[in-house]
């Protein structure tokens, strides 16, 4: 546990037990939070959460972001806790504090975490940069939302990401009771460009068509996007 704890150090991020405490979950109902550092039988969770901030400052370490830098992934907090009788939520996060609970749904693997705590880290800029997401994306979520509804078929074109809510089959970005949805949505879009921006260095092009490349609304809220926390790095070929 010490070798994780001092590369999660060296990473800039602190450890620390979260609050015992009754969260109102939304759609998921009230939830029980109680704290519980990684150890034991949740011993695992240390090592994913240290692989994927490792790999988180590799990617910005490669995007070479001006000085100071638009987005902020170190110097960050990051509290375990347990749900008791329940799998969610698998995180949150409000004032540069991640919360990570060991029982979420999406914890499984170093895949999940690692794509869980972007999306987290997303939060904390958008939050940084005064709701970035609400002044900015809202309309045009707004104008998604009034004409699919949760319609998957018709949401599909426009998700960021392919995360979907199992109980009702809707896409998490597109989730109602959610809080500000739109910061879902934003936070998702953000993990669509990491997973983008990898595939591009990685393999010179990508499998899949670029998600700029879609609907209006898509490009516009790329741009947006790359432009605020980016610096406007994008690899992604022009459609």
């Known amino acids: 546990m010490w070798v994780f704890l001092i590369a999660l150090a060296d990473l800039d991020v602190k450890v620390e037990p979260g609050a015992d405490e009754m969260m109102d979950g939304g759609f998921r109902g009230q939830i029980h939070l109680v704290p519980q550092l990684p150890t034991g039988k949740y011993k695992q969770h240390l090592t994913w959460a240290t692989q994927a901030f490792a790999d988180i400052?590799?990617?910005?370490?490669?995007?070479?972001?001006?000085?100071?830098?638009?987005?902020?992934?170190?110097?960050?907090?990051?509290?375990?806790?347990?749900?008791?009788?329940?799998?969610?939520?698998?995180?949150?996060?409000?004032?540069?504090?991640?919360?990570?609970?060991?029982?979420?749904?999406?914890?499984?693997?170093?895949?999940?975490?690692?794509?869980?705590?972007?999306?987290?880290?997303?939060?904390?800029?958008?939050?940084?940069?005064?709701?970035?997401?609400?002044?900015?994306?809202?309309?045009?979520?707004?104008?998604?939302?009034?004409?699919?509804?949760?319609?998957?078929?018709?949401?599909?074109?426009?998700?960021?990401?392919?995360?979907k809510v199992r109980a009702t089959g809707t896409y998490y970005a597109f989730q109602p009771n959610n809080g500000s949805s739109v910061h879902e949505y934003a936070a998702e879009l953000a993990v669509r460009y990491w997973k983008e921006q990898t595939e591009i260095a990685k393999s010179g092009k990508l499998s899949h068509k670029a998600f700029k490349c879609g609907p209006a609304e898509n490009a516009r809220a790329w741009q947006a996007l790359v432009g605020e926390f980016f610096a406007g790095r994008d690899g992604v070929p022009a459609c």
Request: with cysteine.
């Open 57 to 163: 400052d590799a990617f910005f370490t490669g995007l070479d972001l001006p000085d100071p830098a638009p987005y902020r992934w170190r110097s960050i907090t990051l509290q375990f806790v347990r749900s008791v009788g329940k799998h969610t939520p698998s995180a949150y996060a409000s004032k540069w504090t991640i919360t990570y609970n060991v029982e979420g749904s999406l914890m499984t693997s170093a895949a999940g975490v690692r794509e869980t705590l972007f999306h987290e880290l997303f939060h904390l800029n958008d939050e940084e940069h005064g709701d970035w997401s609400g002044k900015t994306l809202a309309a045009d979520y707004d104008a998604i939302v009034k004409k699919c509804g949760t319609k998957p078929s018709c949401l599909a074109p426009y998700a960021p990401n392919d995360t």
